[in-house]
């Protein structure tokens, strides 16, 4: 459910989501307050679209979701030659987070597949078919390239050309520091509806690759943990943002050369 106050030119504005998976809900109503009901493959659906009466404590509403429309595409990587078992995504209304042909979010456990976000798989000729609701955009994202967004033809099929992939090389050496490090990776997708933020384990000191990156902007950190007394925190250090272009190698340097240990 979403619920905000809703302005019809930018339908995917709002101010709480409260996604659920055992179909229960529970929105409040005040003036100039809507909700509706969001779900993939489905165009968004109003909870109501009035007030409810002063004197009703309770009212029964039925919902019904209707399909939106069924996409049919290609997925090609620069060469133009197919792309199979890649996942593609309808981007909207939700915000979602992609890398390694997953959505993923951040849960009790840790980091967890987002089970609200359902993606097909392209066949062995790199065909697809999606139910894409209310999109507004598709999304590729496989081992190949992390997150790669494509606009949703009005009419016709829907061919996705995937761009050279770049590689990030990190170069990592923190004097007193753990001697497994975490360095996160982020795109910077701006109102794509996508971004892709990644954590990976790295050798101090050592060098890590990350291969398969889709041309952009990115931000990398190193984090670090710290224990206090009643609780732990882990914060972002030496963030350095840059742009890569497709086929580029860059080198990102995460080196202590001075400075106090932390």
Do not use: M
């Given at each position: 459910t979403q619920t905000g106050r809703f302005d019809p030119a930018e339908p995917d504005e709002v101010y709480?989501?409260?996604p659920r998976t055992d179909g229960y809900f529970s929105v409040p109503w005040s003036s100039g307050w809507t909700s509706r009901i969001v779900a993939d493959g489905y165009l968004p659906q109003p909870i109501v679209a009035e007030a409810p009466a002063a004197d009703q404590e309770s009212i029964e509403v039925t919902i019904r979701l209707k399909r939106g429309r069924l996409v049919h595409g290609k997925v090609v990587d620069h060469?133009?030659?197919s792309v199979s078992g890649a996942s593609v995504f309808a981007i909207g209304p939700r915000r979602i987070n992609l890398y390694d042909g997953k959505a993923w979010v951040d849960g009790a456990n840790g980091r967890e597949v987002d089970e609200l976000a359902k993606p097909v798989q392209t066949d062995d000729d790199g065909w697809f078919e999606l139910q894409a609701?209310?999109?507004r955009t598709l999304a590729v994202?496989?081992?190949g390239l992390n997150a790669w967004v494509a606009p949703l033809p009005r009419e016709g099929d829907a061919v996705i050309r995937l761009p050279?992939?770049?590689r990030i090389e990190i170069l990592y050496d923190i004097q007193?520091?753990?001697a497994i490090g975490q360095v996160s990776c982020q795109m910077l997708g701006g109102d794509t509806g996508v971004r892709s933020f990644w954590m990976i384990p790295v050798?101090?000191?050592g060098r890590l690759e990350l291969t398969g990156i889709a041309p952009g902007n990115?931000?990398?950190s190193r984090w670090s943990s710290h224990d206090f007394r009643w609780h732990s925190r882990s914060t972002a250090l030496d963030p350095q943002t840059f742009e890569v272009q497709p086929g580029e190698t860059k080198t990102i340097r995460l080196v202590r050369e001075r400075g106090a240990l932390l």
């Open positions: 709480q989501e409260s060469t133009g030659q609701g209310g999109a994202s496989y081992a050279t992939p770049a007193g520091g753990d050798q101090n000191p990115y931000v990398i």
